[in-house]
């Protein structure tokens, strides 16, 4: 009889979240968000090469390593992050273990794309410099120098703003805390030894989890969205989707009921939608339809097709306007 896959053993799926546990080295987590196809491997420092020998993260990764730092003329044992990327993981875990980036490094989290391929140049460089600008409102002092790529595009910007937001997810789901916002961290600091911090963007992000009615300027007519219809029975509605976002469009039509199967988070989402006003019931159909009153983005189209049938559909159902 052959063994049980002992990744298998660990596994704990959501609707948009797969987490692998190894029974043989539970300090090692590995989360996977289906819909982006990131992933990110958490380890502590001393697991790294064992992380690094999966296959999934030898491609083209952005990186971060904790631990604890001293100031040249100030305190020691600080909280410290060094954030990178790197195109073959493994040559860089040999170089930073010759050349350590801290004191004493404690834990690793690598993040790529699951395709076989990992992240575009482009987009490795992107997810660096919001990572940068992220951890330095987190709770670790950023030891690394903030990258200076000035040649990114906006979509791939936009992209890599909307990765982050479920990379903040991921990563506490993963028992990693550099994203976590402290925002007391800074005020303890030296003031002579903060590190030149990138310019905090003012840009809205569409959402990594929950749903969003704050959208960018424009963003509806611009010329390269992509719209989907739906409709099911009595319920239409439509959908526009561009560099990250997954917009429910004002005038759609949502059941009120639900037929079958849900998930909590999917019924406390529709709840929080119609406590809001976001979805107002339908003069005349209170207890069968909603209409939606307001623009709203949500993490993905599968999510969006359940929160407005009140079931477990799928994302298929949603067919591209031409």
């Known amino acids: 009889m052959p063994l049980p896959n002992p990744f ?28 982006t196809r990131l992933i990110a491997g958490v380890a502590p420092w001393e697991l790294a090469p064992s992380l690094l020998r999966q296959a999934r993260f030898q491609n083209p990764s952005v990186y971060a390593i904790t631990g604890y730092d001293n100031l ?4 020691r044992n600080i909280p410290g992050v060094h954030l990178g990327r790197t195109g073959r993981p493994p040559v860089r875990l040999r170089q930073h273990r010759n ?11 690598v993040i790529s794309i699951n395709d076989g391929k990992g992240f575009h140049m482009e987009e490795a460089a992107a997810m660096e410099r919001l990572l940068h600008m992220a951890a330095a409102e987190g709770p670790y002092r950023v030891v690394s ?27 506490s789901v993963g028992r990693c805390d550099v994203l976590e916002p402290q925002d007391d961290v800074a005020a303890a600091w030296p003031v002579d030894d903060r590190r030149d911090r990138p310019a905090r963007e003012e840009m809205v992000l569409p959402p990594g989890m929950g749903w969003t009615t704050e959208l960018p300027r424009d963003l509806l007519t611009r010329p390269d969205v992509q719209r989907y219809r739906l409709d099911v029975d009595e319920v239409s509605a439509t959908a526009l989707v561009i560099d990250g976002w997954h917009i429910l469009e004002r005038g759609s039509r949502a059941r ?4 079958g199967y849900i998930q909590e988070g999917l019924r406390a989402k529709r709840e929080a939608l119609l406590q809001e006003g976001v979805f107002r019931p339908v003069r005349g159909r ?14 993905s189209l599968t999510n969006m097709v359940r929160m407005v049938l009140g079931n477990n559909a799928p994302a298929g159902l949603w067919q591209q306007v031409a």
């Open 8 to 35: 298998l053993l660990g596994l704990e799926e959501t609707e948009e979240l797969i987490v692998e546990r190894n029974p043989l080295e539970p300090r090692i987590t590995t989360v996977f968000h289906r819909e």
């Open 99 to 109: 050349a350590p980036p801290l004191q004493d490094m404690r834990a690793i989290a």
């Open 286 to 299: 209170e207890g069968d339809l909603w209409e939606v009153a307001r623009d709203v983005s949500v993490p």
């Open 145 to 171: 120098r903030a990258p200076n790529d000035r040649r990114l595009t906006p979509g791939v910007i936009t992209r890599a703003a909307h990765w982050l937001e479920v990379l903040r997810w991921m990563l």
């Open 256 to 259: 009120a009921n639900e037929p």
């Open 72 to 75: 040249p003329l100030g305190p």
